[in-house]
């Protein structure tokens, strides 16, 4: 019994991490997701490849697009909002160390992405971070602060360029390619 408390962490997160991850199979990737926990609203998508931490942290709502080989470190927390689009290999980290600590204590804090949200690929988002709602991240920024509302963010860290069009009206899981095909991933 002693021994099955210490594996059954480990062997989950193989199982997720190396091998439902991985799976074609969108909907049953899904059903597996929401029994390891992880809260993933209809409509929303996390393509294959994707590393978890903390699944049973994550909350995801509707109409939410996942890329592929995202890090979802969600041992702080982390709440992803309606209709976001998060790009390829984005890293959204909500627990690391104290700077300031002799022993390297651990340190988390929650991660919010509020609606309408584009992050794009190779971005950042480290711990205590709240994307404010239609805010869009350029590729490879490193967010540190809060973000405004419908603002556009860029470099590292990341600051403020210029802000967005507040009517938006895009769905993100509208659409899939498919051998260069647009396709719905819905109907």
């Known amino acids: 019994m002693r021994i099955y408390q210490y594996i059954k962490p ?3 997160s193989y199982l997720l991490n190396y091998i439902v991850s ?4 969108w909907t049953l990737r899904k059903i597996i997701f929401r029994l390891v926990g992880i809260r993933i609203a209809s409509r929303s998508i996390i393509d ?9 942290r994550l909350r995801i709502g509707t109409n ?5 080989r995202c890090l979802l470190d969600a041992r702080g927390n982390i709440t992803i909002g309606n209709n976001v689009s ?4 984005v890293t959204l980290c909500s627990a690391s ?11 988390s804090a929650p991660i919010v992405i509020e609606d309408n949200v584009w992050i794009g690929l190779n971005a950042v988002i480290l711990q205590g971070v709240i994307l404010k709602e239609g805010c869009i991240v350029a590729a490879g920024a490193i967010v540190t602060k809060d973000t405004e509302p419908y603002g ?10 210029s802000s967005r069009n507040r009517n938006v009206q895009y769905n993100c899981t509208q659409f899939a390619y498919y051998k ?8």
């Open 48 to 56: 294959m490849s994707c590393y978890f931490l903390a699944p049973e």
């Open 22 to 25: 991985f799976m074609p199979f």
């Open 180 to 187: 260069n095909i647009r396709k719905p991933y819905f109907k």
């Open 64 to 68: 939410t697009h996942i890329n592929r």
């Open 86 to 89: 998060i790009s390829h290999q």
């Open 97 to 107: 160390h104290d700077t300031q600590s002799p022993t390297f204590d651990y340190t």
């Open 10 to 12: 480990f062997f989950s």
């Open 152 to 161: 556009i963010y860029a470099g590292i860290p990341a600051k403020k360029i």
